[in-house]
């Protein structure tokens, strides 16, 4: 009997060329929605902004149509909004960078449809991201790598999916460019081949963070001082839920040199600010560490580190302190690193693990 694998369908090209390749690889293929939006959403936002909208939910039913395979919408809001958005805004509210991708991937994604896979008898869960899993026979451990087109890749983002999830996990666009996608689904006579991508946060679709925080989050947007690392009063901000660690626009501070969010204190509702020389960074700290590829560190070990989701990777070492990682960069980073980031940590195209950056330096 051929293999049950559960397709996660957003109604994007990615995900529906995804379950067009895994039919003709000869996969049982289900297609699967999850609902991750309360109606008062899913109803309003055109479908063009973004993904998990009623219209993306109508494309993906299209699709499973088209292919002739069977299609479910499964309601996943309760979990999306307490997992994801309640961490965006608290994570926000702390002073710190969130990355709600990264935790939509373990819990959500990959999370719930794995549960609802397994429910159906299936044996393997499938996604439209661009990344690529496998076997390590000598490690004895399922590996994440990165994808050959290095432009889409996304293993940044599933670096927190467990061993469990890896092993069940297919990704049939590893090893294809976005270009091919496209053409794959017209091939394929797929009604999104050239359906445009969602470029802001699926449950920010019109851009607007700080309209989107303050509803939720007022508290964050209590004005309160702007000052330099010597503590000197330099101005006033907007509340620290607006600003975040190597913004240099919005500041509203006269400056004869142009000033950067160095640090956004939520214990003294204070923005530091700097110049782009204070900015730079040569360590961070990396806690609540997933790994990958590897079980752990032993040792200070030589790895690439990507900082944020479209970083370019920078040389490093890994040092293990405790159940803390502290990454020492070769060369110092300009821009800033943020804390609340995720930082990723590379041997080549293999993910090590990573972390979520606590602090820099």
């Not at 053409?183 to 991508?197: C, F």
């Amino acid at each position: 009997m051929k293999e049950i694998v559960v397709v996660a369908m957003s109604g994007g090209v990615d995900s529906s060329v995804a379950a067009a390749l895994l039919q003709e690889e000869g996969y049982r293929v289900i297609g699967m929605t999850l609902k991750t939006w309360g109606p008062e959403l899913c109803d309003t936002v055109p479908k063009t902004q973004t993904c998990c909208s009623t219209g993306d939910i109508e494309d993906a039913r299209s699709v499973a149509h088209r292919l002739g395979i069977p299609f479910y919408v499964v309601e996943a809001s309760v979990p999306f909004k307490a997992q994801v958005m309640d961490y965006f805004v608290q994570t926000t509210t702390h002073g710190l960078t969130p990355n709600p991708c990264v935790v939509c991937n373990r819990k959500i994604k990959c999370g719930i449809l794995l549960a609802k896979a397994k429910a159906l008898g299936a044996r393997w869960v499938a996604t439209g991201h661009y990344a690529r899993t496998g076997w390590d026979a000598v490690r004895g451990r399922h590996f994440l790598r990165q994808a050959v087109d290095e432009g889409k890749d996304q293993s940044y983002v599933l670096y927190q999916l467990t061993q469990e999830q890896l092993a069940s996990l297919l990704l049939p666009l590893g090893e294809k460019s976005k270009a091919q996608v496209r053409e794959l689904a017209k091939r394929s006579g797929l009604k999104v081949a050239e359906k445009p991508e969602s470029m802001e946060l699926c449950f920010i679709p019109d851009g607007d963070t700080k309209g989107f925080l303050k509803e939720r989050a007022p508290e964050a947007f209590v004005p309160g001082e702007i000052v330099n690392r010597q503590g000197k009063f330099l101005g006033i901000h907007q509340g620290i839920g607006a600003y975040t660690v190597g913004q240099r626009r919005g500041l509203g501070v006269a400056s004869p040199r142009p000033l950067y969010v160095l640090e956004v204190d939520p214990l003294t509702r204070r923005v530091i600010v700097g110049n782009e020389e204070e900015l730079k960074a040569s360590f961070c700290e990396v806690a609540d560490c997933a790994w990958v590829s590897i079980g752990g560190l032993t040792g200070p070990t030589a790895a690439s580190v990507k900082i944020r989701y479209r970083s370019a990777k920078i040389p490093a070492e890994l040092v293990p302190e405790g159940e803390k990682v502290r990454v020492r960069f070769l060369e110092p980073v300009e821009g800033g690193v943020s804390p609340g980031q995720a930082a990723v940590f590379y041997d080549g195209e293999f993910v090590l693990g990573g972390g979520w950056i606590a602090r820099s330096s």
